[in-house]
């Protein structure tokens, strides 16, 4: 087996679940279920998850955090009157929908619905779905919101979305005296122009019927990915990856082929319809292990933005992490994470508490089996 260190990154740890920077992350105390209706932290907080901030040429402007919704479960039997099997999530202000899809096994379709700005309920997107609902099978459904009218819905890395817009964007830079563009900038064609807007919901629900069964939830300004996967850090980046806005070229992916790099397996990733950036996934020692020093991790509304500054390059966090979990070491974030820009300026060796003696020698022993 080859032994790479990839440098690349991962996610700040805030939970017991297999997820970084989450708000909330938990099993269903009752058991696997098929609905629930999930209180979004700080949903009747404004000013919590959108914020007025000022740029780099001093406008002041009202900027979104994004954040991710993740639920987990599992197709199980039908049930016994052969109801179909289907699946219902969305964002709600109190009784108010705001944006839903929903997932019908039996025809293999899906369709997402806004409450228009004139309260009549809307169709805006269907299609079929590329993998049948199997008996006996995962699946994961993730809702990302970007900003004040982007949020994709991907299923089993599937986006329930489809038609890019291209398009200039005017920036805060500065050329011979007038501001410049952004040329190609690609974005989702669909706005979602819901009666009340994305950040006004205050809940997040879901159903199922027929043989469909939730048995997690997480979300917050994260990455988050199937429980059992401990010992598993090039599978986690692959993962996350097939779910990510990563868009890798075809010859990029042969390259890594020709490498034999465990890389070569990614897909291309789901470019602006995806969840998290590629920056975002884990950095492994090994196939197996996580590097005990995980940097640029996902930032979240505790750090402040600087629109047009380059300053934002280090708007992140790096974390002392468990090198079989991927976590942050003892789930202890006080302890264990700094902001990115203290980080750069001290060595990787503060994190020595959390390297595993056993696990690099492992790697090491391997290392030096391949070079034999």
Known sequence: ???????????????????????????????????????????????????????????????????????????????????????????????????????????????NRIQNEKGDEEKILHGSLKKECKQGDDFDLILKNDNFRLANWIFNAQPLQHKVRVFDRLTNKVQNGTKAYKEGVLR???????????????????????????????????SAWPDNMDSQCQQVREWLHSRSKGNITDESLAALKKLGHPDANFTRGLGVFGNNNQVFHPKCLSLKYFDWVQETLHP?????????????????????????????????????????????????????????????????????????
Request: one cysteine or more; a negative charge; proline letters at 4%.
């Open 1 to 111: 087996m080859k032994c790479w260190i990839v440098f690349v990154v991962s996610l700040l740890g805030l939970s017991f679940s297999r997820s970084r920077n989450c708000q909330d992350d938990f099993a269903f105390p009752s058991g696997p279920l098929q609905d629930y209706s999930y209180k979004i932290p700080h949903g009747n907080e404004p000013g919590y998850w959108t914020r007025f901030e000022e740029d780099a040429v001093g406008i002041v402007r009202r900027i979104a955090f994004g954040r991710s919704f993740y639920i987990f479960g599992k197709f199980g039997e039908n049930s016994e009157d052969g109801e179909d099997t289907t699946i219902t999530a969305g964002l709600y202000q109190g009784e108010e929908l705001i944006y839903k899809t929903t997932i019908n096994c039996s025809n293999a379709s899906w369709e």
């Open 188 to 222: 989702p064609a669909v706005k979602i122009h819901s009666k009340p807007g994305i950040y006004n919901a205050t809940h997040f629900r879901f159903e199922a019927t027929g043989g469909a069964f939730f048995s997690r939830l997480a979300f917050g300004p994260c």
């Open 300 to 372: 979240d509304n505790e750090i402040q933005l600087y629109i047009g500054d380059q300053q934002n390059k280090q708007r992140a966090y790096c974390c002392c992490t468990d090198m079989r979990s991927g976590q942050v070491f003892e789930n202890n974030p006080a302890r264990n994470c700094r902001l990115l820009s203290d980080c750069l300026s001290i060595s990787r060796f503060h994190c020595n508490h959390a390297f595993n003696a056993t696990i690099g020698k492992e790697i090491f022993e391997e290392i030096d089996e391949e070079n034999i």
